[in-house]
């Protein structure tokens, strides 16, 4: 009975959460976390083994689709400068962070460092949809902040997977398994395709979920965690995705219909927001971590390569985050790294760093800012009524 | 008197009369006739590459059909209509686009769609009257 409430509840928020996304043009994900909060915190609702496997399952899959995003062209075409700025906008904050938890704060190794990965991502899919408004996904700059964030997302999912693992025989065959995967699907997806694709049974995506599945399983037993396999998986896949577009359409569609939003639901009930009021000054002091580090190790190279207006946009998109964050925040929750109030401290501060540097960005360092004074020239404003007003147009 | 004419258009109501409106300014003037539509609600701090992809090819169908009639509709009444169609926030691309343009005169409805920002900030209208670099007509 239970179960069915959660499931019911999860269905009915996730379900408002994507109309109030039309509605407020804002990302789902981000109003799936905010609906998240309310059910945790007001509703009382609480997270199960089912919807804890699904959510799991969904950062598997986000990652996969972060990996299969990645341009490789793009990548290549500015391999040098990309690996400059998004390796520093990975290597700063991550030190930075680690290093202010464990010497300023006080806390454990392991909890300093994944504070360290969860606030050193660069939020690919926030800084598309800017360049996509600013009109620079073409343009040299918007081609460089993506390359860039190609490289930090990898590092990212790199440290995640690589910090906390234990040198046991699992391991060797978690590794074992994720090469054979990695280097047997990209050639292999061509006679799958011809022989199984184009079905209303969809072989093409169940042997996707397969991989990501068998990659979680062993990842469990290694006791490390899938991310880098999935990521690296999707990269080599991209141009699979590329030439079948519509299968690309519906591993999005099963995606983002029935899996990701259980993972930003279940990121947003673990945050109390009781504890997240208790520790404002925390919350300021890792938001501030966040964006100063980032703002010294990403302002220098890309102040190499861009006008200064350029750079500071590039170093506040380089600066926002969101998946990756809410996905570090989460293996650390479950795997007892931290505790409820760092978790809710630190995915606040992801989500808040999805929101602020964004909006500052767009607002203020906008390449393509229009002066937002009134034109000097005359001007008139006039109001007719049009022959047609009447008729319903 | 207006030599290049520009109408937002986002296929509301009030857009469709501002369009006509502008056709039979064009035919009175001999004015350059341009239509700009926005994306504007591209989701905003988005999880994902792909959920900024789907939502941008759901609008460019919905824009390439919707120009495509009212270069049709405009056709008909013998003008010749150039269709624009950008990204951005609404207000910010269309005085972008009239100011680089050089427009004579904004026709634009006087209700289109708004958000719940837009509700809450001011109407599209009121913001476009206020920062156009043009002549604006507002059509009811």
């Not at chain 1, 065959?173 to 990209?186: G, T």
Request: aromatic residues 10%.
């Amino acid at each position: 009975m239970e179960n069915a409430y959660i499931a019911m509840a999860a269905g009915i928020l996730i379900l408002l959460a994507s109309m109030a996304s039309v509605e407020m043009g804002l990302s789902v994900a981000l109003i799936e976390i905010a609906l998240g909060v309310v059910a945790g915190n007001v509703l009382g609702l609480h997270t199960t083994p089912w919807l804890d496997f699904l959510a799991s399952f969904a950062g598997i899959v986000l990652t996969f689709l972060a990996g299969a995003e990645v341009d490789v062209t793009l990548m290549r075409e500015k391999l040098k400068e990309s690996l400059l700025i998004g390796g520093i906008s990975f290597v700063a904050p991550f030190f930075g962070a680690w290093l202010f938890c464990q010497y300023v704060l006080g806390w454990p190794v392991p909890a300093s460092q994944l504070t360290g990965v969860a606030l050193s991502t660069t939020s690919l899919a926030v800084v598309y949809a800017v360049l996509v408004e600013t009109g620079l996904t073409a343009h040299p700059t918007g081609k460089l902040i993506m390359a860039a964030t190609f490289v930090t997302d990898f590092g990212t999912a790199a440290a995640l997977s690589l910090l906390f693992i234990r040198p046991t025989w699992w391991l060797l065959a978690f590794v074992a398994v994720s090469a054979a995967i990695i280097v047997i699907m990209p050639p292999l997806h061509r006679w799958f395709f011809t022989r199984y694709g184009q079905r209303v049974i969809e072989p093409e995506i169940k042997g996707a979920f397969a991989a990501l599945l068998v990659l979680m399983f062993f990842a469990e037993l290694a006791q490390s965690h899938a991310v880098l396999p999935a990521f690296i998986l999707g990269l080599t896949v991209s141009h699979v995705f590329e030439q079948h577009r519509e299968t690309q359409r519906r591993f999005r569609v099963v995606a983002f219909a029935f899996l990701t939003p259980f993972f930003f639901l279940k990121g947003g009930m673990n945050v109390s927001l009781r504890l997240v009021w208790a520790n404002l000054g925390l919350l300021a002091m890792l938001f501030a971590a966040k964006q100063v580090t980032k703002l010294v190790g990403v302002y220098p190279p890309s102040i190499r390569y861009l006008s200064p207006r350029d750079a500071m946009f590039t170093t506040l998109l380089m600066s926002t985050g969101l998946t990756f964050g809410t996905i570090s925040s989460l293996y650390g929750l479950r795997a007892g790294i931290f505790d409820q109030a760092q978790f809710s401290v630190i995915v606040t501060v992801v989500v808040l760093s999805a929101i602020v540097p964004t909006f500052i960005a767009q607002r203020w360092f906008s390449p393509r800012e229009p002066e937002r004074t009134a034109a000097a020239r005359r001007r008139s404003v006039l109001v007719v009524d049009s022959p047609e007003a009447g008729d319903g147009g | 008197m207006f030599g290049k004419i520009l109408v937002a258009f986002d296929g509301s109501e009030g857009s469709r009369r501002a369009l006509q409106a502008g056709i039979e300014l064009s035919k009175r003037f001999g004015s350059d006739l341009y239509t700009i539509s926005v994306m504007e609600h591209l989701p905003h701090y988005a999880a994902t590459v792909g959920e900024v992809k789907e939502a941008q090819a759901g609008f460019e169908a919905f824009f390439r059909d919707l120009t495509k009639r009212a270069r049709d509709q405009a056709a008909l009444q013998g003008v010749t209509l150039e269709t624009v169609v950008k990204p951005g926030h609404e207000v910010e691309t269309i005085v972008t686009y009239a100011r680089e343009g050089g427009f004579d005169l904004m026709v634009i409805g006087f209700v289109g769609h708004s958000n719940i920002w837009g509700r809450i900030m001011g109407s599209t209208t009121q913001n476009l009257s206020r920062l156009a670099p043009c002549n604006v007509l507002i059509v009811k």
